[in-house]
């Protein structure tokens, strides 16, 4: 049903402003449309917000990701940029669970056009814990899948202006120093995750997700106007239990919309039938 959309990036060079090695996230889902990633390397995205608490985030992880993406457009020239932004949390429907929601963007100048992917997941091992000596803290490290994934060490949750902040922690030599310097002033410290993408390779690998919903938008054509990112906006629910028939919540059909002329199609699912268990009268 997509119409192919290879005129409209096959060739072309994106602009990606990271300090933070995300290109290895991003760029092998955009070379298979024939997209080459460049990182800007002038660029300073931590004016923009950062995890580590220096400089807070303004606006919301869309705004951020296009404020970034904005600006290296006004500095570079370039009329294809991408930008990321991740947000952790709670998750909207597992409050007790943390998930990392991952949004890649790419704004295109030539043809005035903005594209989203999108990843919300659970894989994520956002988390932090007070700890007031080194063997808490390795407890919780071993928790969090450290040394592969980076800790950031501080006196408490809201440091207060001019204390260290120690960012990156990767060995047990580092936090024990970090823990050493912060206890000389503070009986606990907060530890917490270090959610920067290189110091974190499971959110490294959730951003390739967004990354590859990125490209699947930028690959499928509106089947009436062919601009790109004809993409599924809602889905239906209803598809009928596989014992009584009955209508179910899961997911029977998905509409699309094109963002350029508004044209809609409905498109069924695979499957024909729910299971039984996801039935409101067959499983109560
Ligand atoms: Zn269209
Ligand atoms: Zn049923």
Redesign the pocket.
């Known amino acids: 049903m997509f119409r192919p959309t290879d005129r409209y990036f096959q060739g072309r060079t994106a602009i990606l402003a990271t300090k933070h090695g995300k290109q290895q996230a991003i760029a092998p889902a955009l070379a298979r449309l024939g997209v080459t990633v460049v990182v800007a390397s002038e660029f300073d995205s931590d004016c923009f917000g950062t995890f580590s608490r220096e400089i807070p985030r303004c606006g919301t992880q869309e705004e951020a990701a296009l404020a970034k993406a904005k600006a290296v457009l006004a500095q570079t020239g370039a009329d294809l940029v991408l930008a990321s932004e991740g947000s952790f949390g709670s998750h909207p429907q597992f409050p007790l669970l943390p998930s990392d929601r991952e949004l890649v963007l790419l704004v295109d100048r030539r043809h005035d056009l903005v594209l989203r992917g999108e990843v919300l997941s659970l894989e994520t091992n956002f988390n932090h814990a007070t700890v007031s000596n080194l063997e808490e803290a390795l407890a919780f490290a071993a928790r969090v899948g450290f040394p592969e994934h980076g800790l950031i060490a501080m006196a408490q949750a809201d440091p207060l202006p001019n204390t260290p902040i120690f960012k990156g922690i990767q060995s047990e030599e580092a936090l024990q120093r970090a823990i050493a310097t912060l206890q000389t002033n503070s009986p606990t410290i907060h530890l917490e995750t270090d959610m920067r993408a290189h110091m974190n390779p499971t959110r490294m690998r959730v951003i390739a997700q967004a990354a590859a919903h990125l490209a699947e938008a930028m690959a499928q054509g509106?089947?009436?106007?062919?601009?790109p990112g004809?993409v599924a906006c809602e889905s239906v629910p209803g598809l009928p239990c596989e014992l009584c028939g009955a209508p179910t919540a899961a997911t029977k059909a998905n509409r699309y919309r094109?963002?350029?002329?508004?044209?809609e199609q409905t498109v069924a699912v695979s499957e024909t039938v729910a299971a039984a268990s996801q039935c409101f009268f067959c499983n109560p």
Do not use: E, K, M
Not at 258 to 263: D, G, I, K
């Open positions: 509106c089947p009436q106007c062919g601009w004809f094109c963002q350029r002329c508004l044209y």
